[in-house]
């Protein structure tokens, strides 16, 4: 008999959820999965990420990653990727072969405690983990949080002195972990590749992170940035 009501309190309980689900949008279904079985759901997260991070490290190795660039919360619904990414690779002088640029446009960082949220960071912490980020692209308050971890290297270190004095004036000044403040980012806004290709609809700041292993090319990416 106890077998038997327990049963029915499970039959019962999936009924219940599944009430409620079909009167959600696939979206707030996500949603509302995610904040019941968060713990779980967490836990599957953490798998991925580790499987991510050993697939992002294993392409690593088969590909020369030459340069890599992370366009954090852009429009990318109506960026042309191949376009965009054809465009810098042409620029730069093109490519050998085992050879590659990546300029990827699909990561969104919030404050919103969702499963989509989530794994975005997720992905974002992984190739910062794995070094294959070398330039960031992100809104003010995304790099100003990056900027208080000492994700960023000072621009003035790698930039040229023909670039440091025509951008003098875009150079911002954030502070790094130790409450030192430095330029560490230089604005993008209203750029001509910012512009011709609908990157950001607002203020866009660029920076180069530190523990990147391709950050040589840098400088020639925010000349391209700029049309020059």
């Keep these: ?55 992002t490290i294993y392409h ?25 990414l054809a465009d810098f690779t042409d620029y730069a002088g ?16 919030d404050e919103d405690d969702s499963s989509y949220s989530y794994a975005y960071q997720m992905k974002f912490t992984a190739v910062l983990t794995a070094k294959m980020v070398d330039v960031i692209l992100a809104d003010p308050d995304t790099m100003e949080e990056y900027a208080a971890y ?21 150079l911002v000044y954030l502070e790094d972990q130790d409450g030192e403040s430095a330029p560490y980012a230089i604005d993008l806004t209203g750029t001509a590749v910012a512009d011709e290709y609908g990157l950001y609809d607002d203020t866009v700041y660029g920076a180069v992170v530190i523990n990147g292993e391709n950050i040589e090319m840098a400088p020639t990416f925010f000349d391209w940035m700029f049309g020059e």
């Design 150 to 170: 000492s994700y960023f290297i000072d621009l003035r270190d790698i930039l040229t002195e023909e670039q440091l004095a025509e951008w003098s004036e875009l």
């Design 1 to 55: 008999m106890g077998d038997r009501n327990r049963k029915e309190r499970i039959k019962d309980k999936i009924r219940e959820e599944t009430g409620k689900l079909k009167l959600l949008s696939w979206k707030d279904r996500l949603i509302y999965v995610w904040d019941y079985y968060k713990p779980q759901m967490a836990g599957i997260l953490a798998v991925i990420f580790v499987i991510y991070l050993g697939v």
């Design 94 to 109: 093109g490519l050998e072969d085992n050879e590659e640029i990546v300029i990827d446009t699909s990561v969104f960082l």
């Design 60 to 84: 690593n190795l088969q590909i020369d990653t030459i340069f890599s660039v992370y366009m954090v919360n852009c429009d990318s619904y109506t960026v042309d990727d191949e376009a965009l």
